[in-house]
């Protein structure tokens, strides 16, 4: 069981880290501009920018789910928005992964 631990810690590895061993632009974006919930553990890695008509989506759930999925850590997807909108799209995870991210999100924070 330990070989598939070290495995998964070097593919998240290869997968958040650049060369120079900082981490990736695109995981350091996801991981800042994510809510998260720790009551409920929950993170909504959807959100919108902008106004009126110049309206965009940013969506990081790839970036989270791959990171969670690499680790080896099980998560599940729900909306709890009443009427189903994207902004209420959220990943439940579990203590352990939560941690992990909050972890990363610590370290993206003293990196900027």
Not at 42 to 64: A, C, E, Q, W
């Amino acid at each position: 069981m330990t070989t598939k631990i070290i495995n998964y810690r070097k593919k998240t590895q290869e997968f958040a880290l650049t060369k120079k061993g900082t981490l990736n632009r695109n995981i350091k974006n996801a991981v800042l501009s994510i809510l998260i919930n720790p009551k409920k553990r929950r993170i909504y890695p959807k959100h919108y920018t902008g106004s009126g008509r110049y309206v965009n989506l940013k969506d990081y759930s790839f970036y989270i789910t791959e990171l969670l999925t690499l680790q080896g850590y099980k998560f599940t997807w729900g909306n709890d928005a009443p009427r189903g909108g994207k902004n209420g799209d959220y990943i439940q995870v579990s203590k352990a992964g939560l941690d992990f991210i909050l972890s990363i999100r610590e370290t993206a924070m003293k990196n900027i």
